[in-house]
Nanobody
Framework: QVRLVESGGGLVQAGDSLRLSCKASGRTRSVIGTAWFRQAPGEEREFLAYIVWSGQNSQYGNSVRDRFTITRDNTKNTVDLQLNDLKPEDTAVYYC?????????????????WGQGTQVTVSS
């Protein structure tokens, strides 16, 4: 099993930045890649960014590719998401997810392990 714990969420103003962190523990050697998703009330879970566990390949959702950056530190087993120029529409619960099998990186169904989520609220 892989355990994921997110941190770094909070209440910020429009234009501010936040850095979310996801700490992985357990069978991390079985992880192929890690992603960040978000879900606002009444909305479907939205893909934000993905990074392979070993290597530098990354992928971004169209709505955030110019403002969000995903990075990985294998020495700490962490995957961070830097959020810049935040907007009120970025308000959501942000989730970290890990996948153990090959599949579409932008689909939530490809991920077998999820964190509990961290709330990001952006005021106007």
């Amino acid at each position: 099993q892989v355990r994921l714990v997110e941190s770094g969420g909070g209440l910020v103003q429009a234009g501010d930045s936040l850095r979310l962190s996801c700490k992985a523990s357990g069978r991390t050697r079985s992880v192929i890649g890690t992603a960040w998703f978000r879900q606002a009330p009444g909305e479907e879970r939205e893909f934000l960014a993905y990074i392979v566990w070993s290597g530098q390949n990354s992928q971004y959702g169209n709505s955030v590719r110019d403002r969000f950056t995903i990075t990985r530190d294998n020495t700490k087993n962490t995957v961070d998401l830097q959020l810049n120029d935040l907007k009120p529409e970025d308000t959501a619960v942000y989730y970290c997810a890990a996948k153990m099998y090959y599949g579409d990186s932008d689909r939530a169904e490809s991920y077998t392990h999820w964190g509990q989520g961290t709330q990001v609220t952006v005021s106007s």
